[in-house]
């Protein structure tokens, strides 16, 4: 499975938006891009998933760059409950197999 | 609510004592499951994939000797840390799918095991 970068941490202000990079430059073509995040002491949520193009649910919406080598998860009005490590994986389809990098840890301030 | 359930929650066990961790799907059938384990402040790390009514296959550099696991049935697998030892202390969590193709993963709640 292809390896991802993330920045270590970020943060945001309350009620804007949080917008995540993640590079995943070695993505090949049956390749997904997943998002989990992971609020202290609890199992990872899954958050979205995509592969081509953006998508959208009540979460979040997945900015996926046109040659997949990039991509940007966007919490479009963070609450302070969003404050959390937040994980993107690049899987296969034809395997379910998750391996975590290290995530970016948000915190959404007051 | 949650699909996948873990059990217990918790757990604090003498050293050189065995500690069996259950991970169901609560209203799905999975074949398969997968176990991690996540350090303080560290990241979850893979140990094996729990396949129903077959041997789990293990992470490079996990003793399957050490953590047993099973999968009996297509709703439950099980983690058995045996001889437990204080280094062995961790947070444990089991995830399970449920589609065929690129369908979510669930994750259970953990099982944060202290070995004294």
């Known amino acids: 499975d292809a390896k991802t970068t993330q920045p270590t941490s970020m943060d945001c202000a309350e009620g804007r938006a949080a917008n995540l990079p993640c590079n995943h430059s070695t993505i090949s073509g049956n390749e997904y891009v997943y998002w989990y995040r992971q609020i202290h002491s609890q199992g990872p949520q899954y958050i979205i998933h995509g592969l081509k193009n953006n998508e959208t649910n009540e979460m979040a919406s997945l900015i996926i760059t046109e040659d997949r080598k990039s991509s940007t998860l966007i919490l479009p009005h963070a609450t302070l409950r969003d404050t959390a490590v937040y994980y993107c994986i690049v899987r296969m389809d034809s395997s379910y197999k998750l391996i975590f990098g290290s995530g970016t840890r948000l915190l959404v301030r007051p | 609510g949650a699909v996948v359930s873990q059990h217990p929650s918790w757990v604090i066990c003498k050293s050189g004592t065995s500690v069996k961790i259950e991970c169901r799907s609560l209203?799905?059938?999975?074949?398969?499951m997968f176990w991690y384990r996540q350090f303080p402040k560290q990241s979850l790390m893979l140990m094996a994939t729990s396949n129903e009514g077959s041997k789990a296959t293990y992470e490079q550099g996990v003793e399957k000797d050490k953590f047993l696991i099973n999968h009996a049935s297509l709703t439950l697998s099980t983690l058995t840390v045996t001889s437990a030892h204080p280094e062995d202390s961790s947070f444990y969590i089991c995830?399970?799918?449920?589609?065929?193709?690129?369908?979510?993963?669930?994750f259970g709640e953990g099982s944060r095991l202290t070995v004294l």
């Open positions: 209203d799905f059938q999975a074949t398969t």
């Open positions: 995830s399970a799918t449920r589609d065929r193709g690129p369908g979510e993963l669930f």
